[in-house]
């Protein structure tokens, strides 16, 4: 049984309140965004103020993302990144455009899932992924709320071992004031991010560029340089800007995953491993973190360490499938044959509903695969 997510994690807000007199307009106002986790699908709802005039989706590629764009008269307001921290879903980022909003799901990897998008009066969905087997609980988290939209939530999860009371949230965010960042800058940071969403990264560098010299003290501006740095290939320099970002803003773990992601595919090891632990000791409870941390401690020999980070991936996400198989492996490196089997016994209860949505999918053959390969792994254990 998958246990719903006690933790309400809001990353980033929306910057602005609106003015006097607005609930009188028929301005379409965003009210609340959620992500929710249900099974092998992804479903970010988004609920308006009121019906929108229309819906746009498509895909774009280099990274690939899902574009909405949900049409109506809507108030200019700056745009925000959501990240939440999921194995498909890297973020969720927000613009507004003259009679639309704009929003950009990122997702990992070279392909899109399938996917729809439907509208129900004031109620926008967007499903990822298809249903597989047996519906199980939804893991729901709130990433906007108008009601709250001068708060970030504090991270309260409930897992076997509980983080330290107050632990702060992500934040993306300027290091510098709002009134000192000039307009001009601002007016750079963002056309850059309009030209990122259309796909144009070469362009979308040299805005974020000019936003630095106008303004070398907004982390904003250096994260999302870095963001496009990496997505080159270019990981030195994508480095660097994540670095002068963490150094205005240290207390970013949006950043540090950030970091730590290029820092691995630039073959660092030792600096991944401490820019994840860095951002675990801000967030302890993001599960994506503790997944790639085990990966990365299992590549090093460390399986005692791998262990306890995909124990910790597993008390986060109770129904990740593949988590279970990588525990399984860390205790048998262990020679700890009983929690071994435990936890590959952990898998294949789940393999059915996960090899079920693979096939949905068009994912039959890796379906198979797995599963066959969970079962072999019971067997050898039970007849050892």
Same mark, same amino acid.
């Given at each position: 049984?998958?246990?719903?997510?006690?933790?309400?994690?809001?990353?980033?807000?929306?910057?602005?309140?609106?003015?006097?007199?607005?609930?009188?307009?028929?301005?379409?106002?965003?009210?609340?965004?959620?992500?929710?986790?249900?099974?092998?699908?992804?479903?970010?709802?988004?609920?308006?103020?009121?019906?929108?005039?229309?819906?746009?989706?498509?895909?774009?590629?280099?990274?690939?993302?899902?574009?909405?764009?949900?049409?109506?008269?809507?108030?200019?307001?700056?745009?925000?990144?959501?990240?939440?921290?999921?194995?498909?879903?890297?973020?969720?980022?927000?613009?507004?455009?003259?009679?639309?909003?704009?929003?950009?799901?990122?997702?990992?990897?070279?392909?899109?899932?399938?996917?729809?998008?439907?509208?129900?009066?004031?109620?926008?969905?967007?499903?990822?992924?298809?249903?597989?087997?047996?519906?199980?609980?939804?893991?729901?988290?709130?990433?906007?709320?108008?009601?709250?939209?001068?708060?970030?939530?504090?991270?309260?999860?409930?897992?076997?071992?509980?983080?330290?009371?107050?632990?702060?949230?992500?934040?993306?965010?300027?290091?510098?004031?709002?009134?000192?960042?000039?307009?001009?800058?601002?007016?750079?940071?963002?056309?850059?991010?309009?030209?990122?969403?259309?796909?144009?990264?070469?362009?979308?560098?040299?805005?974020?560029?000019?936003?630095?010299?106008?303004?070398?003290?907004?982390?904003?501006?250096?994260?999302?340089?870095?963001?496009?740095?990496?997505?080159?290939?270019? &990981?030195?320099?994508?480095?660097?800007?994540?670095?002068?970002?963490?150094?205005?803003?240290?207390?970013?773990?949006?950043?540090?995953? &950030?970091?730590?992601?290029?820092?691995?595919?630039?073959?660092?090891?030792?600096?991944?491993?401490?820019?994840?632990?860095?951002?675990?000791?801000?967030?302890?409870?993001?599960?994506?973190?503790?997944?790639?941390?085990?990966?990365?401690?299992?590549?090093?020999?460390?399986?005692?360490?791998?262990?306890?980070?995909?124990?910790?991936?597993?008390?986060?996400?109770?129904?990740?499938?593949?988590?279970?198989?990588?525990?399984?492996?860390?205790?048998?490196?262990?020679?700890?044959?009983?929690?071994?089997?435990?936890?590959?016994?952990?898998?294949?209860?789940?393999?059915?509903?996960?090899?079920?949505?693979?096939?949905?999918?068009?994912?039959?053959?890796?379906?198979?695969?797995?599963?066959?390969?969970?079962?072999?792994?019971?067997?050898?254990?039970?007849?050892?």
């Amino acid at each position: 049984m998958v246990k719903a997510w006690l933790c309400i994690l809001l990353i980033g807000v929306w910057i602005g309140g609106a003015p006097e007199g607005w609930s009188q307009t028929t301005a379409l106002r965003l009210h609340e965004m959620r992500f929710a986790v249900q099974g092998e699908q992804r479903i970010v709802s988004l609920r308006f103020s009121h019906p929108p005039d229309s819906l746009k989706s498509f895909v774009l590629a280099s990274p690939v993302r899902l574009v909405v764009d949900v049409s109506g008269a809507i108030e200019q307001r700056p745009g925000a990144t959501f990240d939440v921290d999921d194995a498909l879903v890297r973020q969720v980022r927000v613009g507004s455009h003259p009679g639309y909003i704009r929003f950009v799901l990122d997702v990992t990897g070279t392909d899109m899932p399938p996917f729809t998008v439907e509208q129900q009066g004031s109620l926008v969905t967007a499903v990822l992924g298809e249903a597989g087997g047996e519906s199980s609980a939804a893991q729901a988290r709130v990433l906007f709320s108008l009601a709250k939209k001068a708060q970030v939530a504090r991270a309260t999860p409930q897992v076997s071992s509980p983080p330290p009371s107050g632990a702060p949230a992500p934040v993306l965010k300027d290091a510098l004031p709002p009134a000192s960042v000039p307009p001009e800058a601002r007016a750079h940071m963002e056309r850059g991010q309009r030209l990122y969403d259309q796909g144009q990264v070469t362009e979308a560098i040299a805005e974020w560029q000019e936003t630095i010299r106008l303004a070398p003290q907004a982390a904003r501006a250096h994260h999302r340089l870095g963001v496009a740095w990496r997505d080159r290939g270019e &990981q030195t320099k994508a480095i660097a800007a994540f670095r002068e970002a963490l150094r205005l803003e240290p207390d970013n773990a949006t950043t540090y995953v &950030q970091l730590a992601r290029a820092l691995e595919v630039a073959g660092d090891t030792p600096g991944a491993l401490e820019a994840y632990r860095a951002a675990l000791r801000l967030v302890p409870s993001a599960p994506y973190v503790h997944n790639r941390l085990g990966h990365l401690l299992a590549a090093e020999g460390d399986w005692s360490g791998a262990a306890q980070a995909w124990q910790h991936t597993v008390d986060l996400v109770p129904d990740y499938a593949y988590a279970y198989v990588h525990l399984g492996d860390a205790f048998e490196h262990l020679n700890k044959k009983d929690e071994a089997l435990s936890a590959y016994e952990q898998a294949l209860a789940l393999c059915g509903r996960f090899a079920e949505g693979l096939e949905k999918m068009g994912r039959k053959e890796q379906a198979a695969i797995f599963c066959n390969e969970v079962r072999s792994s019971v067997t050898r254990l039970q007849g050892q």
